[in-house]
């Protein structure tokens, strides 16, 4: 299991986007008509990284009309993606034309200033995302204490709150991992599900010598996708009968059946002789 996640979990993905299909006439009024914008500091003119501006401009107008923590941590993904296509773009030397080269550096460090800002706005929040942004992005541990002291507050009682918390427990308590990651599949929609939830926990049963566990935790995020051995050397692995196998995959089935009808609970799960 990685590393805390990196907030794509929240909302980056739903962006996609209604700016990209804007045409750059529609843009650019946007920010004319919204000085606030702060469209300048983008080098709109350049052909280079204009899916990436486009995404961060129409956004920055959600957060200027809603500036939630959660909209706030989409604008920093997005400036981040900004970011990384421009020191590309940086890098490439335009025939004649030195002041776009000028213009590109300087929209590279700008969007470097507003993650910074960003970063320091998100400290007023105070939030569980807000947290745990900025403890799995810049590594604040004061942020990391904050988060975690709010374990059991009904604040944190989201799927991508209970992921979190796993991942800080990952290497310290592994039944309580396991116990978390449950968890975070009664509260996970079926539409948004994290599969990293399923292979995790077929990993750590895997690592507590759980076998029927992990097996079928394999089998349940095979069938929503997650990659895994094939099924020689599934069988290989866990080495169990034919008559178990197919007991086991049962068990699979129910829980995929729970998961889609947003019905899991920990107790499907059979109790395994040790």
Not at 28 to 56: F, M, S, W, Y
Not at 146 to 159: D, I, V
Not at 189 to 197: A, Q, V
Not at 203 to 217: G, K, M, T, V
Request: aromatic share 8%.
């Amino acid at each position: 299991m990685q590393q805390p996640m990196k907030y794509t979990s929240l909302a980056i993905t739903v962006l996609l986007l209604s700016g990209c299909f804007e045409n750059t006439r529609n843009t650019d009024k946007l920010c004319l008509d919204h000085p606030e914008l702060r469209c300048e500091e983008l080098n709109i003119n350049d052909g280079q990284c204009r899916v990436a501006r486009t995404n961060l401009i129409w956004h920055r107008l959600e957060v200027y009309k809603d500036p939630t923590d959660l909209n706030k941590i989409t604008e920093y993904q997005l400036t981040q993606q900004y970011k990384k296509c421009l020191e590309v773009a940086a890098q490439i030397q335009p025939i004649d034309q030195a002041e776009l080269k000028k213009r590109r550096f300087n929209a590279l460090l700008n969007s470097g200033k507003n993650m910074e800002r960003l970063e320091k706005e998100l400290m007023q929040f105070n939030t569980p995302s807000s947290l745990y942004f900025l403890w799995s992005q810049t590594g604040d541990t004061q942020a990391r204490r904050q988060f975690l002291q709010l374990e059991g507050k009904p604040e944190m009682e989201t799927a991508a709150l209970q992921y979190a918390l796993a991942t800080f427990y990952i290497d310290r308590d592994r039944e309580k991992t396991i116990k978390l990651l449950n968890h975070a599949l009664e509260l996970s929609d079926p539409e948004s599900l994290n599969t990293s939830i399923l292979e995790s926990l077929a990993s750590l049963n895997q690592l507590l010598h759980h076998q029927e566990a992990s097996y079928i935790w394999a089998m349940v995020g095979k069938h929503f996708g997650v990659p895994i051995a094939s099924t020689q050397n599934i069988q290989l692995m866990y080495g169990f009968s034919d008559e178990k196998f197919t007991m086991l995959d049962d068990v699979a089935d129910m829980i995929i059946d729970a998961i889609e009808n947003h019905e899991y609970h920990p107790s499907i799960m059979p109790e395994f002789k040790k």
